[in-house]
């Protein structure tokens, strides 16, 4: 068997409707479209969301709560994280290069430390924010905290 003789399984592949292709064909005439109506011109196309002119369900249901313009998106990594990534790396000191280079976050993203988890390692940890219980961890392991 080589590439150049694979073929499906026999009764898995349809073959496609071929609409329009005559009378002979019993897909000719109206090509499955029925008789008149905006469906069966060409160029129709609904709007998102159109429920054949009844009240569209986001217009029925009320409005409610806001979006922060000022709200700040941390992406979270946990002190195991840290702490597993320490012992695979032999790191001391864990930044954001570090993060960014064992795939944990990209460039454009801002850390939290958060404590879950258990920190042996002496570590020099830089994010730009930590929880209270991951900072009193990583102090108490004998490492520093720095918030960028």
């Not at 850390?111 to 009193?136: D, P, R």
Request: charged share 20%; aromatic share 4%.
């Amino acid at each position: 068997m080589e590439l150049n003789n694979l073929t499906p399984a026999a009764g898995s592949v349809k073959t496609a409707k071929r609409i329009g292709r005559g009378a002979g064909s019993g897909l000719g005439g109206t090509s499955t479209r029925g008789h008149k109506g905006a469906k069966s011109r060409s160029g129709y196309s609904k709007k998102i969301g159109f429920e054949g002119g009844q009240m569209p369900i986001q217009r029925r249901l009320p409005k409610y709560g806001f979006k922060n313009i000022n709200r700040v998106e941390y992406k979270a990594v946990n002190l195991s994280t840290l702490q597993a990534l320490a012992e695979s790396k032999n790191l001391e000191k864990i930044g954001l290069q570090e993060l960014i280079a064992a795939g944990f976050i990209n460039k454009s993203m801002l850390v939290k430390i958060l404590g879950n988890g258990q920190l042996t390692a002496k570590l020099t940890v830089e994010a730009n924010a930590f929880s209270k219980a991951a900072e009193e961890a990583i102090t108490a392991a004998g490492g520093t905290v720095v918030k960028l």
